[in-house]
């Protein structure tokens, strides 16, 4: 919710302050006052009448099947019944995405298209940052509209079935989970260019130019991640449980995204805090830290017992040596693939393979090789936590795998997220080193 919305629920009375906007009401309610779409509730008319017998004779009269006239008698004309309600909805769904095309288009017409002319003030990475990928929502959405259109009965609105749309273009719905990701970033990007005057001028320029109305660039950018999060509020007031189920699995998806690319940014801090990296980077297959801790390893054919900090990421597994020097610091030593990897539960006692008693042990042997690691825990319950962030890792794998198809962050294109994001700040195994007490990945519980 915006600062200046009112939230509410089912049976709370607001107050009406101000009415003379036909979509948007203000009202007062306890000690909050704010803006709520007019067409999510109800008026009540007679406002004499104690609260509890109105909701009493409404709840009787709606059991008893009233007719759509004495229900109206009671809330007030044209107002009452479930299809009244569904019209308002409906009516309020197709009023707001007219007037969302209309401001994209104002974005990609009024701004974008006036900032591309402007070589000598803006570069192409900078437009990339400040609109991310708006233009691809703009054309997204006014196929959208269309299939809207189609299903929009003009004479009968409670019975246009717009539901259905919802359900064919939930995939296409992906799309805002980069636009969200990338916000952040477009606002710290125009914060910047705001310190200079010609660029405030400039922004203002394209505003009246456009006849938009007098809100900043800024405040434009934000209506995207908005628009995603109030479809399922106007779905939540329609029969359409499919469609309502659909967009919030989208929004669910979008913050699971925002997440997986918070945390890539810790991953790619960590990985630059480790000292003697080799190989290929941790976020070229990886996307979140799963378990980390200390571990007693051992490796054939020396089986000497070493001392390692292993974490634990999908389909790899990264071991370091901690290194006391002016506080702690990893030095890489190695890593194993998940992928390949079959991981066994030891009875304490000796063990067949490496001919040595061993206590709190678990094995890891390779699926297609002769690779094995012995590894055992300092206690019984923290070699229990170990094997469940090995089964929680697979699963882990397996829920990427199943959804990949529908997922507009891949393994690949997340390091490209990474680094546009990363590129002004520290590039991967450069810059300062962050001792090993305070580098993110290991506060994880």
């Known amino acids: 919710m915006d600062d200046q919305e009112l939230g509410f629920k089912a049976g709370d009375v607001i107050e009406v302050v101000d009415a003379t906007n036909k979509e948007w009401w203000w009202g007062r309610m306890v000690d909050s006052e704010g803006w709520f779409p007019a067409s999510f509730v109800r008026l009540r ?6 609260m509890e017998e109105y909701l009493a004779h409404l709840e009787e ?4 099947g009233e007719d759509r006239a004495s229900l109206g008698l009671l809330l007030g004309p044209g107002l009452p019944c479930k299809e009244q309600m569904r019209t308002n909805v ?4 197709m009023s707001t995405e007219r007037d969302y095309i209309k401001h994209l288009k104002d974005i990609c017409e009024g701004y974008i298209k006036q900032c591309r002319k402007r070589t000598d003030m803006f ?4 437009l990339r940052t400040i609109f991310g990928n708006i233009e691809d929502i703009y054309r997204f959405q006014r196929k959208f509209l269309k299939g809207l259109e189609k299903k929009f009965n003009k004479e009968q609105p409670h019975l246009s079935e717009i539901g259905c749309c919802f359900l064919e273009y939930q995939t296409d719905f992906q799309i805002y989970s980069e636009y969200c990701n990338n916000h952040p970033n477009a606002c710290i990007q125009l914060s910047k260019l705001m310190k200079g005057n010609k660029y405030v001028f400039f922004f203002e ?38 469609a309502l189920n659909a967009m919030k699995n989208v929004a669910r998806l979008i913050n699971e995204r925002k997440r997986r690319l918070e945390n890539i940014d810790k991953i790619a801090q960590w990985q630059s805090s480790i000292e003697d990296w080799e190989g290929e980077d941790v976020l070229s297959r990886s996307s979140e830290l799963i378990f980390s801790g200390e571990l007693t390893k051992l490796s054939q054919p020396q089986a000497k ?15 370091c040596k901690k290194v006391t020097f002016y506080g702690v ?3 890489y030593k190695g890593r194993v693939d998940m992928d390949h990897m079959e991981v066994t539960d030891l009875e304490d006692g000796k063990e067949k393979d490496f001919n040595i008693s061993v206590k709190n042990a678990l094995k890891l042997r390779s699926l297609c090789g002769d690779e094995v690691h012995l590894l055992c825990a300092k206690k019984p319950e923290l070699k229990q936590r170990w094997l469940r962030a090995f089964a929680d890792e697979r699963r882990q794998v397996q829920h990427d795998q199943e959804t990949e198809q529908n997922r507009s962050i891949t393994a690949g294109n997340r390091t490209r997220l990474l680094l546009r994001s990363y590129r002004d700040r520290t590039a991967l195994n450069k810059g300062p080193r962050t001792p090993y007490s305070q580098s993110p990945p290991y506060n994880k519980p």
């Open 61 to 64: 009269a709606q059991a008893g």
């Open 90 to 93: 409906i009516n309020e769904i």
């Open 305 to 319: 017992s070493q001392q390692r900090m292993f974490f634990l990421f999908d389909h790899q597994m990264v071991f």
């Open 123 to 126: 570069t192409e990475e900078q």
């Open 45 to 50: 008319v007679n406002q004499d009448e104690p």
């Open 329 to 331: 610091i990893c030095c």
């Open 205 to 242: 320029a394209c505003r009246l130019l456009q006849k938009m109305i007098d809100i900043s660039l800024d405040g434009f950018l934000l209506t995207p991640v908005q628009k995603i999060c109030k479809y399922p509020l106007q779905l939540g007031l329609q029969d359409v449980e499919a």
